[in-house]
């Protein structure tokens, strides 16, 4: 069935580092690839998202990256800041002719940025 | 712009009752999603409703069920609750057809005692 792996479960850095989150989708028709950012008692909030016929997008301090032939793909966020801590979780869906409608999402990885 | 926005936010309910989860989505939006976030468990995928119609549902008993009225605001039912209910209901919605970005509600929490 489909299935999204996520890693770490927990990450703590230093302000200023960098931090990575890893997933790993198992449904090779998936072409859309959103990263969700939900702060304690609150929404999940898209911060950014890729489809599948680019590698590569950067907003400001995060990137995403997907590698379609190992169905693999990665948030970046450089110069890390308190602010950034959270629960970020990588989603994978398919949207087409045949649109399923649903986000199959990772587990969720606990960022926490030290000061 | 008002965002998506769920009642009640929390809801105590006993074990065999019945509770009905409320969703407005964003104006213009047509689709909506319900999705459980059970501790430690992630976001599960529930319901789609678009246009009106029940376009998908996810790994869940028939006792969770919904429905999307002609003003695109949704309704999920869960019938028979179960202690393992307990989780938040978190709703969103997008434009629909092949839009893309889902924008989620803050949720309303649910215990079964």
């Known amino acids: 069935g489909e299935n999204v792996e996520q890693h770490p479960s927990t990450l703590s850095v230093q302000e200023g580092d960098s931090a990575v989150i890893k997933c790993t989708y198992s449904d090779s028709a998936s072409n859309y690839f959103p990263w969700y950012k939900q702060e304690l008692g609150k929404r999940p909030q898209l911060i950014i998202d890729i489809r599948s016929n680019v590698g590569e997008k950067k907003d400001q301090r995060i990137a995403v990256t997907l590698n379609k032939t190992a169905k693999h793909f990665s948030l970046h966020i450089t110069e890390t800041q308190p602010e950034d801590s959270a629960v970020y979780f990588c989603?994978?869906?398919?949207?087409?002719?045949?649109?399923?409608?649903?986000?199959?999402f990772g587990q969720g990885t606990t960022l926490q940025v030290k000061p | 712009e008002a965002g998506v926005t769920q009642s009640p936010t929390h809801l105590i309910k006993t074990r065999g009752q019945q509770a009905t989860l409320r969703c407005s989505p964003i104006?213009?939006?047509?689709?909506v999603y319900w999705y459980q976030q059970a501790l430690g468990l992630g976001l599960q995928f529930l319901l789609w409703y678009d246009e009106g119609e029940e376009r998908n549902r996810g790994n869940f008993p028939p006792r969770f069920s919904g429905r999307q009225f002609p003003n695109y605001s949704s309704e999920l039912n869960v019938n028979a609750l179960e202690l393992e209910d307990s989780a938040l209901y978190l709703c969103?919605?997008?434009?629909?057809?092949?839009?893309?970005?889902?924008?989620f509600g803050q949720g309303t929490r649910l215990t079964v005692v």
């Open positions: 989603a994978a869906s398919y949207f087409g002719s045949s649109n399923t409608g649903k986000l199959i």
């Open positions: 969103a919605s997008s434009l629909g057809g092949f839009n893309t970005e889902a924008f």
């Open positions: 104006s213009g939006h047509t689709s």
